[in-house]
């Protein structure tokens, strides 16, 4: 499918919710329903050192740009490719002597490119930008407040021939920012690296159970020319069969939490009430907080969950640190308070067996990481959308784990089902399903020697795990 071909999507009015975008036909699951180019898109602050300004790649040794010494690039290549995007950055950078927060190098441009484009930036674009909901009237005075120092921030900033802007109308483009912006990551989805607005994609509404799932594809940028560089761009994908004249949704916010927490965050953050299906009829919010078979008491269950997260504060303090044996004692402590108290869907079970699960790893003790990265996947399974990206990735985390650990047939297994599910949700040209392909081959491969001959197999792996500890 075309970049930006909106054949399978239709603008309607969604009723109390707006406008949202519907299937202009039947749409099958995994089929990428429409795909976009960002309309602007920044790097965060603080890794603006690390990740390419223009296709958002995290890399090692990047390129600065010579005049503003601000923007980094993985070449020439992506430099010329992103001048045209840069080009009034860069002089308003070297101008003001730094560059400004990502809130202001979105917003600039954003109006730059709006300049540029009067209207529409393609054919496809259903609305232009600056009609796109800003909230400003519904924010909290904090926020407010917030938003008028980043709009006095910008004029400053902000260069563009004579033309002005009213303090209203940038007012209007920093809400549109607040309330549309999309968080992209890097070509291993593993990291949050910027922020970006698409259009047609702020039009579909949000649905805690949804019917589409929203993934950013880099492109492939390995061609010479800048000019053969496939744009980055964000691909809404079905996440099922989807009849024609049925709206698409997606998810704002993960679904592992409780509904009254879920509807908290979408309140605060995109100022509405969410009426979704699962919200009004709480949709396993027993079992996000259950407790174990034996049935504890209501304070048994009461003092573990509190007890729970203290140690998670615990925990994250331990993280900043870079201790993990104390990470590890932590979690390891707050599991045994856990056992028996906490079902293994209950959040703070799942978070103590996903934290669990990552340290043994980072620490190499991988046979004990896969049985709380085991228990976790199970948990998951209970609650996530069967093809849900957040799955997908923790059943290839531990069907990775279980590899490591020597469990070559349930790692294997576990590998093809993180497969399947990426294959909907990301689609078999993304980066990380072609590294879970890789994998797939080599776990394959290594499952059929096993059974050959468990002997050899064990010996070659004990082999190959010598080689890599003598290494580090």
């Not at 600039?108 to 009067?118: G, M």
């Not at 994609?201 to 949804?210: F, K, M, T």
């Not at 978070?351 to 049985?371: D, I, N, P, Q, T």
């Not at 709380?372 to 990206?389: F, I, S, T």
Request: with cysteine.
């Amino acid at each position: 499918m075309t970049v930006g071909n909106m054949e399978s999507a239709q603008l309607f009015d969604a009723g109390d919710k707006g406008r949202g975008l519907r299937a202009a036909k039947e749409l099958n699951t995994g089929e990428v329903i429409f795909s976009e180019a960002s309309f602007s898109a920044v790097v965060f602050d603080s890794l603006s050192t690390q990740v390419c300004h223009s296709c958002f790649r995290h890399q090692a040794q990047l390129h600065r740009c010579a005049q503003c010494k601000f923007a980094h690039y993985c070449d020439r290549t992506c430099q010329t490719a992103c001048w045209d995007e840069h080009k009034q950055e860069c002089g308003a950078i070297k101008k003001s002597g730094k560059a400004p927060s990502e809130n202001i190098r979105l917003a600039a441009r954003l109006l730059w490119r709006i300049h540029k484009v009067t209207g529409l930036a393609s054919d496809s674009q259903m609305v232009s930008v600056d009609q796109l909901q800003d909230h400003v009237a519904d924010l909290s005075k904090e926020d407010l407040d917030k938003l008028n120092a980043d709009v006095q921030t910008f004029l400053k900033y902000w260069s563009y021939g004579r033309k002005q802007h009213s303090v209203d109308y940038i007012s209007h483009l920093f809400g549109i920012i607040k309330c549309n912006g999309f968080t992209l990551s890097d070509q291993r989805g593993l990291q949050a690296v910027g922020v970006g607005l698409f259009p047609n994609l702020c039009l579909v509404n949000h649905d805690c159970w949804p019917n589409c799932t929203v993934i950013l594809n880099h492109g492939n940028q390995s061609a010479l020319s800048s000019a053969l560089h496939s744009q980055r761009r964000v691909e809404l994908r079905a996440l099922r069969t989807i009849a024609e004249g049925e709206e698409l949704t997606v998810s704002y916010v993960d679904y592992l939490s409780k509904s009254a927490d879920r509807q908290k965050k979408l309140k605060e953050h995109f100022h509405f009430d969410c009426t979704c299906e699962h919200c009004r009829q709480h949709t396993n919010d027993d079992l996000m907080t259950a407790g174990a078979g034996s049935k504890p008491s209501a304070d048994a269950l009461k003092e573990v969950t509190a007890r729970s997260e203290e140690f998670l504060e615990k925990i994250e303090t331990s993280r900043v640190n870079g201790d993990y044996h104390q990470m590890l004692k932590l979690c390891l402590e707050c599991l045994e308070k856990q056992e028996n108290v906490l079902a293994d869907t209950n959040l703070h079970k799942l978070r103590m067996l996903s934290v669990a699960g990552e340290v043994l790893s980072y620490l190499k003790s991988f046979s004990e990481a896969a049985v709380y990265a085991h228990r976790m996947v199970e948990g998951y399974k209970k609650l996530y959308h069967p093809n849900n990206a957040q799955l997908g990735m923790a059943i290839m985390r531990a069907g990775i784990t279980h590899w490591h650990a020597g469990q070559i047939e349930t790692g294997h297994g576990m590998i093809c089902k993180a497969y399947g599910i990426l294959m909907v949700t990301h689609g078999p040209n993304h980066a990380i399903t072609r590294d879970l392909e890789a994998m797939r081959m080599q776990t394959e491969m290594e499952l059929k020697m096993f059974k050959d001959n468990k002997h050899e197999y064990n010996a070659m792996r004990d082999a190959a795990l010598m080689n890599e500890s003598k290494g580090l």
